[in-house]
Antibody, heavy 123, light 111 residues
Framework: QVQLVESGGGVVQPGRSLRLSCAAS????????MHWVRQAPGKGLEWVAV????????NYPDSAKGRFTISRDNSKNTLYLQMNSLRAEDTAVYYC????????????????WGQGTLVSVSS | QSVLTQPPSVSGAPGQRVTISCTGS?????????VHWYQQLPGTAPKLLIY???NRPSGVPDRFSGSKSGTSASLAISGLQAEDEADYYC???????????FGGGTKLTVL
């Protein structure tokens, strides 16, 4: 069965960096695009980043461009999110999610989700 | 302010039918991009409920159905059950933003 397990969350001061990881199992990780989606406390879902199956294509919304970097290691079946210059508004549960296909496309959706890891940005 | 607009809350009695709307614009739903729906039970991660406007993944009961017309989409839940109490989110693609967008979420209360 598909399993996605996030880690790396915690409390971090504003302006600092944090790297999240997502360990995948139960499917051919190297065959799927992968996403990060976040949810601020008591708020809705916000798409954060996507990477293609081979890491050759990456996309971000404006809120993440320039500060967040998505990457993957297919040999380790692991997805990463490097977050720099963190702000209070980045406080959220961060979920990794599998795309329905190998490349991000307009018809993309998230067919499996991890349990999430909480990032709290506070001084 | 979410790109896709959903009612904050809906409610219904067990056995009843409820619908949740998701209203977009000409740069997302109205541009013929697919709409997908997710269910988030309290304290858990979202789960895919409907994909491609009206398709159910394996294991999702046929009490859940989706439709799309113009710049809007709807999720219908018939034969309401207590375990359906959750937050529901719609998702699509926005060409102006060049990325995936979500609705603000709708909290379903089963009375």
């Amino acid at each position: 069965q598909v399993q996605l397990v996030e880690s790396g969350g915690g409390v971090v001061q504003p302006g600092r960096s944090l790297r999240l990881s997502c360990a995948a199992s139960g499917f051919t990780f190297s065959g799927y695009a992968m996403h990060w989606v976040r949810q601020a406390p008591g708020k809705g879902l916000e798409w954060v980043a996507v990477i293609s199956f081979d890491g050759s294509n990456k996309n971000y919304p404006d809120s993440a461009k320039g500060r967040f970097t998505i990457s993957r290691d297919n040999s380790k079946n692991t997805l990463y999110l490097q977050m720099n210059s963190l702000r209070a508004e980045d406080t959220a549960v961060y979920y990794c999610a599998r795309d329905r296909g190998g490349y991000y496309a307009s018809e993309s959706y998230f067919d499996y989700w991890g349990q999430g890891t909480l990032v709290s940005v506070s001084s | 302010q979410s790109v896709l607009t959903q009612p904050p809350s809906v409610s219904g009695a067990p056995g009843q039918r409820v619908t949740i709307s998701c209203t977009g614009s000409s740069s997302n739903i109205g541009a013929s991009y697919d709409v997908h729906w997710y269910q988030q039970l309290p304290g858990t991660a979202p789960k895919l409920l409907i994909y491609g406007n009206s398709n159910r993944p394996s294991g999702v009961p046929d009490r859940f159905s989706g439709s799309k017309s113009g710049t809007s989409a709807s999720l219908a839940i018939s034969g309401l059950q207590a375990e359906d109490e959750a937050d529901y989110y719609c998702q699509s693609y926005d060409s102006g933003l060049s990325g995936s967008v979500f609705g603000g979420g709708t909290k379903l209360t089963v009375l």
